[in-house]
């Protein structure tokens, strides 16, 4: 494997890249285990990131699924009675429960770069007039309603009264809760309509009457409820219906599903007027035709002011084509219909105190300064501290100590603080001074780019939070290594390097406090099962600066093992030209991609820190696997050596993807089209880099071809 690294020698030996099918299931597996451990937090009532956030990560999951053709009984969004709760009967639904296709701020195109909503909107629109036949930028007539943040709900109806009332469940098939929704008096049991149809709606409650609930929890110090989504759906599904409707929750009932024997209207928002006619709550005044993209935009986008002031939680609104008549023939797929949309809002930001600047110390040694917040409610959680980031950007911000700051999350589990609200700033505040030292053990800390560093490796700080991390889900995985026993370990049991925990007993850990016999042998098999993760995730849990989790996924499958790799970082840090030029070249992209030379020195010099050494050393004892897990093959013939240029978007794989495939088969990927390029690697819409490769006359490869080439 070193050959790769010495100039002039034309055999190269390099790893196959996992077929694409593969990283693709091990993203699915990353994301199998995030979203169990979100829904875990969520049932506890402590959510760790907001819905939308958590509705990314599962549609991002429903569409690996279906690419990699899981089992239907195996798949995470699809198991009967995902939302089914035991004690209530189910309830098929006659016509499924489907989800809203998004515009998203965080969608981004082939290139990466983000896609504006106004831009998502209008394709929305080019692509349903083209499936009515109209022509281009025909005005086509819209209906634009909240979107309540609350449970949805089917209603079935006959002669006028309310008969079933069913949750979403799975989307086929749903929790029988008719007791419940008639006990909360929060949908009408009797409609002004004969006839039999399915109503379908919003079930919530009212952010006053949440809010006022809450208020009653904290004075009778119980723990409060996140957010009134998660309270609605709590209430809704008591076993025991008795008292519900003390709660004044509430509806917005906005779809008829099917009907038999009913004549109803052929727009939307006629259909909206009838359903409030017949005494269904409907928000006829948050309703609003559009017949055009822009103007659609514009009505969405001023309640991104205006929701604070509704006496409802909204996440974003909706948009639905107005003449029902299309629906049926515009049709769906299996995740959504193609006659609506839904229009997210850009995170939320709120205004609030900022008592102190607190600095902490990571586990890389950096300094990080928060915010502690008087606490905020912010996008469904409750929010009292918040990064700062850096102390450059804490400069530039001018935050200060007794300010009121705007904060935000976007997305992020961490909040942010956006800004300082100038104009509340209360007289002799001072600007935050830059630490001189760390503040947990007073080493004068490194200045590197906008970063202060404790460059103190026996700081406890550091130990504390590097076993931390070390044990963590996406590190090693030690099921039980939290704070709470890393404290433990090192204050009880002397550990300082993640190497020692593998030598530790279940007789050792016994002694810790609330650890009994169990959970000590639960612990010592813990440790033992992480030893099998591969080198991959043990350059990622030892919490190298500049080496997050695709970096360690690259180093691994790039020298194959810590011992190539630890060879190499020595010959890097004695100055080795051939092996800086070989990762980090001055110009272009060497063979690791996205590794620029700065990060490589700092990479390559703590991978061959005596410390560092010492660890690995620990960790080869204690037979940790120190291999990639990834298979190796010959570097490929016809890619080895050769220098391609990607463009356009290709049919399955993604520009990163045959990046990964092109470099780990000893080929160069380029920016720009020469003379030097050897191939040009086209997919659809591939721009003028195609036109210039024409012109030199080069190589064109389509998808097919180049898999070809690459022997698969
Ligand atoms: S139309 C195919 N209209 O949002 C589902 N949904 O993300 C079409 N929601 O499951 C639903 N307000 O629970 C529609 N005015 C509204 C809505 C709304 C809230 C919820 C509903 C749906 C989810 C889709």
């Known amino acids: 494997m070193s050959d790769l690294a010495t100039p002039g020698k034309s055999v190269l030996t390099l790893r196959i890249v996992a077929p694409k099918h593969s990283l693709l299931k091990v993203e699915l597996n990353a994301l199998t285990l995030q979203i169990r451990h979100h829904e875990e937090q969520y049932r506890a009532g402590t959510p760790e990131i907001p819905d939308a956030v958590f509705d990314e990560l599962m549609d991002r999951y429903s569409e690996l699924a279906t690419q990699l053709e899981l089992p239907e009984d195996e798949r995470i969004d699809r198991k009967p009675g995902a939302e089914h709760t035991e004690g209530f009967h189910t309830a098929e639904h006659r016509i499924p429960m489907l989800s809203l296709e998004k515009l998203s701020p965080n969608k981004r195109g082939g290139d990466g770069e983000y896609l504006p909503i106004g831009g998502q909107l209008e394709a929305w629109f080019d692509r349903r007039r083209q499936d009515l036949g109209l022509s281009e930028g025909a005005p086509l007539s819209v209906v634009i309603e909240p979107k309540i943040d609350g449970v949805s709900l089917s209603l079935h109806y006959e002669a006028g009264s309310l008969r079933r009332a069913v949750t979403r469940g799975d989307g086929e098939r ?360 591969g080198l991959a995730r043990v350059l990622h849990a030892l919490a190298i600066r500049h080496v997050g989790a695709t970096m360690a996924d690259d180093l691994a499958n790039h020298f194959g093992t810590a011992a190539e790799l630890l060879a190499f970082a020595k010959r890097y840090s004695e100055g080795d030209e051939s092996a800086i030029e070989q990762v980090a070249p001055e110009k272009g992209s060497g063979a690791i991609a996205g590794l620029a030379r700065k990060s490589a020195d700092s990479i390559f010099r703590e991978l061959d820190s005596i410390s560092l050494r010492n660890v690995f050393g620990g960790l080869a004892r204690a037979c940790v696997s120190l291999e990639s897990r990834t298979a190796r093959v010959q570097a490929v013939e016809g890619i080895a050596g050769k220098t391609f240029v990607l463009t356009g978007t290709l049919p399955t794989l993604s520009r990163d993807e045959a990046g990964n495939l092109i470099r780990l088969a000893g080929g160069k990927v380029t920016g720009s089209v020469s003379n030097k390029t050897h191939y040009v690697v086209a997919g659809a819409e591939p721009g003028s880099k195609l036109e210039k490769a024409v012109h030199l006359g080069l190589s064109i490869l389509d998808e097919a071809a180049f898999l070809k080439l690459l022997g698969r």
């Not at 515009?330 to 930001?349: D, V």
């Not at 606490?375 to 469904?380: D, I, N």
Request: proline share 6%; with cysteine; glycine share 6%.
């Open 174 to 533: 749903g929790d029988d809760v008719t007791r419940q929704v008639v006990a909360s008096r929060a949908v009408p049991t009797k409609i002004g309509i004969k006839g039999a149809l399915e109503i379908r709606g919003e079930l919530y409650w009212p952010r006053e009457a949440f809010d006022e609930h809450n208020r009653d929890l904290e004075r009778q110090g119980h723990e409060l409820i996140a957010n009134p989504r998660n309270g609605c759906a709590g209430l809704i599904k008591r076993k025991d219906p008795t008292g519900l409707e003390a709660f004044s929750l509430s509806s917005f009932l906005y779809q008829v599903a099917w009907s038999e024997y009913v004549a109803l209207p052929a727009t939307q928002l006629e259909l909206l007027h009838t359903l409030e006619d017949a005494g269904a709550p409907v928000y006829l005044s948050e309703v609003f035709r559009a017949n055009f993209p822009v103007d659609a935009i514009r009505y969405c986008a001023s309640y991104e002011l205006k929701r604070s002031n509704l006496p409802f939680e909204i996440d974003g609104m909706v948009i639905k084509i107005d003449d029902l008549r299309t629906w049926a023939r515009l049709g769906s797929t299996g995740h959504h219909p193609h006659w609506g949309i839904a229009y997210k809002f850009p995170p939320e930001r709120k205004a609030t105190k900022l008592h102190a600047i607190v600095v902490s110390v990571g586990k890389s040694g950096k300094l990080t300064p928060n915010a502690q917040l008087e606490p905020v409610h912010l996008s469904g959680t409750t929010v009292s501290r918040a990064s700062l980031h850096n102390f450059v950007e804490l400069a530039r911000k001018d935050v200060r100590e007794g300010d009121t700051v705007y904060v935000e999350k976007a997305g992020d589990i961490i909040p942010q603080v956006v800004k300082v609200k100038f104009d509340e700033r209360p007289n002799n505040t001072h600007s935050y001074p830059k630490p001189e030292r760390c503040p947990e053990c007073n080493t004068p800390v490194l200045e590197e780019d906008i970063f202060l560093y404790c460059p103190n490796p026996a700081c406890p700080e550091q130990i504390r939070e590097r076993l931390v991390h070390f044990g963590s889900r996406r590190a090693m995985d030690i099921d039980g290594m939290g704070e709470a026993l890393v404290d433990q370990l090192v204050s009880k049991l002397g550990v300082t390097s993640p190497d020692q925990i593998y030598s530790l007993t279940s007789a050792q850990l016994e002694t810790l406090e609330r650890m009994g016999k169990k959970s000590a042998d639960n612990l010592v098999l813990g440790i033992e099962m992480s030893k099998s993760r």
